[in-house]
């Protein structure tokens, strides 16, 4: 029973990971694209269609740490990672957001 359970861990532990690596790039190169459609389509900030891409933009990545993090405090639940370290990594993907969020309005 043992073995069952540190292995359950173990896979929820790598699906976990895997799954909060990969919505942080596809952030990441969502955000990175919408900043090149700006700069190359010479777009003002001020036009209704700019400012609902920037807003989609947001909400989406809102949406993405809320899932990221509801993955980071499984795993505390679970007990495959420790609190503290639970924390910190909430902080760091909190951070991380900022920046994708802030990506495409540094024009």
Do not use: C
């Not at 190169?29 to 700069?39: G, K, Q, T, V």
């Not at 989609?56 to 980071?72: D, L, R, S």
């Not at 910190?88 to 909190?94: D, E």
Request: glycine share 4%.
């Amino acid at each position: 029973m043992r073995l069952q359970n540190r292995l359950f861990k173990l896979i929820t532990f790598v699906l976990s990971t895997i799954i909060i690596i990969g919505i942080n790039l596809v952030l990441l190169r969502s955000s990175r694209d919408l900043r090149l459609y700006f700069i190359n389509n010479k777009v003002e900030l001020y036009h209704a269609y700019s400012l609902f891409q920037i807003a989609t933009h947001i909400v989406k990545v809102f949406g993405a740490t809320i899932v990221e993090v509801a993955f980071v405090w499984l795993l505390v639940v679970l007990n495959t990672m420790s609190l503290k370290s639970g924390l910190i990594i909430t902080l760091v993907l909190l951070i991380f957001s900022g920046i994708i969020i802030l990506v495409p309005l540094t024009i």
